[in-house]
């Protein structure tokens, strides 16, 4: 090995999707399409979103540029296993595609991502998802593009390189992370945020507030051993590229998160909120999130009867963004040892008139749940059906994440997350 392999990394990486944002983007998705010469599309999305009528007029609008378009509206809300193969198997029995356009919320980015994979891969899709989950398997082949058009104010999904779903046998969330799966061109348009009710709002808006958090206080790239170059992965710590979207974010959501909350049509905090959106996936798509993010995935994994107001249908559910913020709180007064001054950063930047007379590591904590409380996310995991009888069973499928541990600023042994688990039962 060469000097220049060994010791601390010295390298950080940073992608993007091409960016088309603003009010009437989404009208244009047929002249893009074009560009990559495509003429025959999926467009994905599910059947609420598909009921506002936005799917269709893109679809419409893609065929104006003599392009075929058939849309799927079978993706499910917090897609699972079962449901991104169903979606497969669509797109499979039904020829070639040369694009693909979703058209919702983080679920159907995350399906179109899996078919978009496996359409141009073989294989099944655990093959794919994230060790020791699944087979940890990287595409042997190009994907083809992907055009993103978020419905939710949150997910970050068109930024990223990340697809997450449930494994329902196994009742834990997982992920496939590959660079291919990033997005081609992501095109957010606020109009079609407008129709998100407020509790959707909150979850998703909680869920940029963390993106956007996590990215800031991660473990920096320079603390990290040297990578080989074919070892380089999306995922590199903390970087000065990320956290100028981050903070750019986290200003943005301190006055957009509750006016879109409070107002749904209120069309300025709805295009900040978009904005804010863009801004923390751009950040966190490069810099990777932590322990927050990693205990979310047991919580929605192994819900038991808990279902949200605002959300469609009546199966048991936490939504993502509601199940990364319960035990914010917590995991950040683990982590503000590591890195206090980015931890105050993240507190003033989202709330410059709070004024914290106390332990400063509680701080940014007690940020989160006035915002939490203002915005109406549950009162700790325990509003959402746990008990401390469950701290194990989650903390077992917290430890499967390594992926996101790996880039917490400060390293969390089992008893570690079971105490933030533990804390985050209830927050006030």
């Known amino acids: 090995m060469t000097s220049t392999t060994a010791g601390r990394e010295t390298v950080f990486t940073y992608g993007a999707p091409a960016l088309k944002y603003g009010t009437g983007s989404s009208d244009e998705i047929g002249y893009d399409l074009t560009q990559y010469g495509a003429r025959r599309v999926l467009v994905l999305t599910d059947a609420d979103v598909a009921a506002t009528g936005w799917p269709q007029r893109i679809a419409e609008g893609i065929e104006g540029y003599g392009i075929e378009a058939v849309v799927f509206d079978g993706v499910h809300v917090e897609p699972t296993d079962v449901s991104m193969r169903k979606a497969v198997d669509f797109a499979r029995g039904q020829g070639e595609w040369d694009a693909f356009v979703a058209v919702g919320g983080g679920s159907a980015i995350d399906t179109a991502k899996a078919v978009n994979l496996l359409t141009s891969n073989d294989g099944d899709l655990l093959d794919y998802v994230n060790a020791p989950v699944g087979g940890g398997r990287a595409p042997s082949a190009p994907l083809k593009p992907l055009v993103a058009v978020p419905t939710t104010t949150g997910t970050g999904s068109e930024s990223t390189t990340v697809c997450v779903l449930d494994v329902l046998s196994l009742r834990v969330k997982s992920g496939i992370s590959h660079l291919r799966l990033r997005p081609s061109l992501a095109v957010v348009d606020p109009r079609l945020t407008v129709s998100q009710p407020p509790e959707v709002t909150a979850a998703s808006g909680m869920d940029i507030l963390c993106h956007a958090a996590e990215s800031y206080t991660a473990k920096p790239y320079t603390e990290f051993d040297r990578k080989r170059p074919e070892d380089r992965v999306p995922y590199c710590g903390s970087n000065p590229l990320a956290d100028m979207f981050a903070e750019q974010s986290l200003r943005l959501l301190s006055w957009a998160l509750p006016a879109a909350v409070r107002d749904g049509s209120d069309l300025k905090a709805r295009e900040a909120m978009a904005l804010a959106a863009t801004f923390a996936g751009l950040g966190f798509g490069n810099a990777g999130v932590h322990i927050p993010h990693a205990n979310a995935y047991p919580i929605a994994g192994q819900v038991r009867e808990f279902h949200p107001a605002g959300y469609p249908g009546e199966e048991a559910m936490v939504p993502h963004g509601m199940a990364v913020s319960l035990t914010a709180p917590a995991a950040f007064r683990f982590t503000f040892d590591a890195a206090p001054d980015r931890h105050e950063r993240v507190a003033r930047l989202l709330a410059p008139d709070?004024?914290?007379?106390?332990?400063?590591?509680?701080?940014?904590?007690?940020?989160?749940?006035?915002?939490?409380?203002?915005?109406?996310?549950?009162n700790g995991i325990g509003a959402v059906g746990y008990t401390e009888s469950d701290v194990d069973s989650l903390v077992s499928g917290t430890v499967k994440q390594q992926r996101l541990l790996a880039t917490a600023p400060r390293e969390a042994s089992e008893e570690d997350l079971a105490g933030i688990l533990r804390d985050s039962v209830t927050l006030w």
Not at 356 to 378: F, K, N, S, T
């Open 354 to 378: 709070f004024e914290w007379p106390g332990d400063l590591r509680d701080h940014l904590p007690a940020v989160l749940r006035q915002i939490m409380r203002e915005i109406g996310i549950p």
